[in-house]
């Protein structure tokens, strides 16, 4: 087994971010190696969520780690949202692959997901409040929607802009 490593997280707007995740098929070792890498590239980046989609690994695979002391994995293989309150709450939200932008997004207030965990084995979650928001955003990387896409097309332009000025910079 090869030492987990950092993966490259694609910036919005790369179209990539627009594909839709195929569900996984198989829980190996390749499965697996994917998780170890998505955790240590989400701490690194300071993140509280991963979807694989942002790694260009277009499958249906989901990390997230909303504790304070970042110790607290949670991997959600193949998710499915099977219940989401009517009732709604805007929320800044924030994004790996939209770095240093914040904006507000209106989402339920809690889910409940059912999914399977890096053993294959199912699990049934009901979340709430960060947890909640966090899952919504990362299932919504597997359907090829950033967050953004919730906000005006004005801000969306203006965050495209910034962004496509950010990476020039960072070419130079």
Same mark, same amino acid.
């Given at each position: 087994?090869?030492?987990?490593?950092?993966?490259?997280?694609?910036?919005?707007?790369?179209?990539?971010?627009?594909?839709?995740?195929?569900?996984?098929?198989?829980?190996?070792?390749?499965?697996?190696?994917?998780?170890? $890498?998505?955790?240590? !590239?989400?701490?690194?980046?300071?993140?509280? %969520? *991963?979807? &694989?989609?942002?790694?260009?690994?277009?499958?249906?695979?989901?990390?997230?780690?909303?504790?304070?002391?970042?110790?607290?994995?949670?991997?959600?293989?193949?998710?499915?949202?099977?219940?989401?309150?009517?009732?709604?709450?805007?929320?800044?939200?924030?994004?790996?692959?939209?770095?240093?932008?914040?904006?507000?997004?209106?989402?339920?207030?809690?889910?409940?997901?059912?999914?399977? $965990?890096?053993?294959? !084995?199912?699990?049934?979650?009901?979340?709430? %409040? *960060?947890? &909640?928001?966090?899952?919504?955003?990362?299932?919504?990387?597997?359907?090829?929607?950033?967050?953004?896409?919730?906000?005006?097309?004005?801000?969306?332009?203006?965050?495209?802009?910034?962004?496509?000025?950010?990476?020039?910079?960072?070419?130079?």
């Amino acid at each position: 087994m090869t030492a987990p490593k950092i993966l490259p997280i694609l910036r919005y707007p790369d179209p990539r971010l627009h594909t839709v995740a195929k569900p996984v098929g198989a829980i190996d070792q390749r499965i697996r190696s994917l998780i170890d $890498d998505m955790l240590l !590239t989400m701490y690194d980046a300071n993140g509280i %969520g *991963l979807a &694989a989609t942002q790694v260009n690994v277009h499958e249906r695979l989901v990390i997230i780690d909303v504790s304070e002391e970042r110790d607290a994995p949670l991997v959600l293989i193949n998710p499915e949202i099977t219940w989401a309150s009517p009732e709604k709450q805007k929320a800044e939200e924030g994004c790996l692959s939209v770095p240093e932008i914040y904006d507000g997004v209106e989402r339920s207030v809690a889910v409940k997901v059912t999914a399977l $965990d890096a053993n294959g !084995t199912t699990q049934q979650i009901e979340a709430e %409040g *960060l947890l &909640a928001v966090c899952i919504q955003h990362e299932l919504d990387h597997l359907l090829g929607k950033v967050f953004v896409e919730y906000l005006s097309p004005l801000k969306r332009n203006r965050i495209k802009t910034k962004l496509a000025k950010v990476a020039r910079d960072d070419k130079r």
